[in-house]
Antibody
């Protein structure tokens, strides 16, 4: 059974850096084709795709956020970390990580439960 | 970026009804179109990928079709537990954009 869980601060101040950790089980990020992605969802709005990291350390970022995002993996700890710099109140939302199967075109399944991040002074 | 537009934004239907939700892409996404169901306070749940492939464990009353720019999600016989918001997502090109969602309520 594949599970993922997001962790990190629930409140950050504007201009601060957000660091989120996705801890997963039931699969290995050493397996060819597998990846972990991040998606966020502002309250009451549609999801927004952020980033994806593959088993071979290849990375993809949303172009509009690329300068602010860094995604890394630690296969020994079964974790993926997303760093977002210069946080703003518009970045408030629930942040999800998800499993990308090796046969996926990019869709994620399953997702973690999500973690709500509020950006406020 | 590829813009995804869903219609309708919301709808209300009765148990047993056939329901169709459409998703239109601003440019061709081939068949790289996926559908998610999201219930309040929960993460999105994958229903269909690559336009028409039913994810394991998803009831067969859900089906998808389409290609290039026009896609549909159909629920053949609506059940009470289908009350949710449905999102399409294209996974043809980064960024993998979502539609704005369709909120489905049961009458």
């Amino acid at each position: 059974q594949i599970t993922l869980k997001e962790s990190g601060p629930t409140l950050v101040k504007p201009t601060q850096t957000l660091t989120l950790t996705c801890t997963f089980s039931g699969f290995s990020l050493n397996t060819r084709g597998v990846g972990v992605g991040w998606v966020r969802q502002p309250p009451g709005k549609a999801p927004e795709w952020l980033a994806l990291i593959y088993w071979d350390d290849d990375k993809r970022y949303s172009p509009s956020l690329k300068t602010r995002l860094t995604i890394t993996k630690d296969t020994t700890r079964n974790q993926v970390v997303l760093i977002m710099t210069n946080m703003d109140p518009v970045d408030t939302g629930t942040y999800y990580c998800g499993h990308r199967p090796k046969y996926s075109s990019g869709w994620l399944d399953p997702w973690g439960q999500g973690t709500l991040v509020t950006v406020s002074s | 970026d590829t813009q995804m537009t869903q219609s309708p934004s919301s709808l209300s239907a009765s148990v047993g009804d056939r329901v169709t939700i459409t998703c239109r892409a601003s440019q061709s996404v081939a068949r790289y179109l996926d559908w998610y169901q999201q219930k309040p306070g929960r993460a999105p749940n994958l229903l269909i990928y690559t336009a028409s492939t039913l994810q394991s464990g998803v009831p067969s009353r859900f089906s998808g079709s389409g290609s290039e720019t026009d896609f549909t999600l159909t629920i053949s016989s609506l059940q009470p537990e289908d009350s949710a918001t449905y999102y399409c997502q294209q996974t043809f090109s980064v960024p993998y954009t979502f539609g704005q969602g369709t909120k489905l309520e049961i009458e």
